[in-house]
């Protein structure tokens, strides 16, 4: 069964840090671009992050360049967001997402496996 799973989420107060993981099971994670994206309540479902499957090579929104890091675990099947220098803003659900394509990594649409998604809160 194909399926990625999130976790690390939490609540933590402004100026703090979180990592995400992003597990897989059922296929291999080295073989397929990632992102992150996340939603918050009334917004729509945004980029945050993607890592391609062609060189390694990462992106970030603006809103979170200096302050995320994507990276990839090939031995645990795993991709991780860390999370640091967080603001009240970037309270949101984040998902992880696969793809099996190598262009158009900002649009949801193109993403094969989602996540269910984990919750990140960030407040005093």
């Known amino acids: 069964q194909v399926q990625l799973v999130e976790s690390g989420g939490g609540l933590v107060q402004p100026g703090g840090s979180l990592r995400l993981s992003c597990a897989a099971s059922?296929?291999?994670?080295?073989?397929?671009?990632i992102g992150w994206f996340r939603q918050a309540p009334g917004k729509e479902r945004e980029g945050v992050s993607c890592?391609?499957?062609?060189?390694?090579?990462?992106y970030y929104a603006d809103s979170v360049k200096g302050r995320f890091t994507i990276s990839r675990d090939n031995a645990k099947n795993t991709v991780y967001l860390q999370m640091n220098r967080l603001k009240p803003e970037d309270t949101a659900v984040y998902y992880c997402?696969?793809?099996?394509?190598?262009?158009?990594?900002?649009?949801?649409?193109?993403?094969?496996?989602w996540g269910p998604g984990t919750q990140v809160t960030v407040s005093s």
């Open positions: 059922g296929f291999t994670l080295n073989y397929y671009a």
């Open positions: 997402a696969a793809a099996s394509v190598v262009r158009g990594l900002w649009v949801p649409e193109v993403y094969d496996y």
């Open positions: 890592i391609s499957v062609s060189d390694g090579s990462t």
